[in-house]
T-cell receptor, first 118, second 111 residues
Framework: DTGVSQDPRHKITKRGQNVTFRCDPI?????LYWYRQTLGQGPEFLTY????????KSRLLSDRFSAERPKGSFSTLEIQRTEQGDSAMYLC????????????????FGSGTRLTVV | DAKTTQPPSMDCAEGRAANLPCNHS???????VYWYRQIHSQGPQYIIH???NNETNEMASLIITEDRKSSTLILPHATLRDTAVYYC????????????FGTGTRLQVTL
């Protein structure tokens, strides 16, 4: 396993179009996170999954955003009716949380998908 | 999660030790200190974490003060490839805790 993979690496889209990003986590990791990062800022949390269940969503995740993780494996992040303010790097991370959640061994991040809305 | 304060930028000569400070004066007893770094155009990379004892691994050392209100990440022999943004994060290692990033310290390693 080569780590967390994200596809595509870059996406340019016109305002109003829908886009979908994919994240393939490390296979034995049961948690998957989505973050967004704009220039000069640290990554901002969007949402996370434990297996296939979406357990938390940030207020940053407007109703135009939807994330799924069918079967607890890969995840997709869709943005509908994109706006110029959606331009950012979208980062995916995965981690292993032990049974009963008593220990988290830290995140492994992918290289991100850079979205440009024109 | 407790907030952290880091200098926005630092310079270090190649081959010298880079000492990156972090203040976390409101840290609670069961919160850990984590360090991540982000090299340009890549995702953040885990470096090290600790609770109250000093920690060392192949990448760096983490020195936590006795009162746990501050810590220092030490890169013993900085190289040009260590140029990155370094994030100090305080969090629980429980199920409800996610990583919350600040703006970090931009470390520039120079010849």
């Amino acid at each position: 396993d080569t780590g967390v993979s994200q596809d595509p690496r870059h996406k340019i889209t016109k305002r109003g179009q829908n886009v979908t990003f994919r994240c393939d986590p490390i296979s034995e990791h049961n948690r998957l996170y989505w973050y967004r990062q704009t220039l000069g800022q640290g990554p901002e949390f969007l949402t996370y999954f434990q297996n296939e269940a979406q357990l938390e969503k940030s207020r940053l995740l407007s109703d135009r955003f939807s994330a799924e993780r069918p079967k607890g494996s890969f995840s997709t992040l869709e943005i509908q009716r994109t706006e110029q303010g959606d331009s950012a790097m979208y980062l995916c991370a995965s981690s292993l949380v032990l049974v009963r959640g008593r220990r988290d061994y830290g995140y492994t991040f992918g290289s991100g998908t850079r979205l440009t809305v024109v | 999660d407790a907030k952290t304060t880091q200098p926005p930028s630092m310079d270090c000569a190649e081959g010298r030790a880079a000492n990156l400070p972090c203040n976390h004066s409101t840290i609670s007893g069961n919160e850990y200190v984590y360090w991540y770094r982000q090299i340009h155009s890549q995702g953040p990379q885990y470096i090290i974490h600790g609770l109250k004892n000093n920690e060392t691994n192949e990448m760096a050392s983490l020195i936590i003060t006795e009162d746990r209100k501050s810590s220092t990440l030490i890169l013993p022999h900085a190289t040009l490839r260590d140029t990155a943004v370094y994030y100090c994060i305080v969090r629980f290692t429980g199920t409800a805790s996610k990583l919350t990033f600040g703006t970090g310290t931009r470390l520039q390693v120079t010849l």
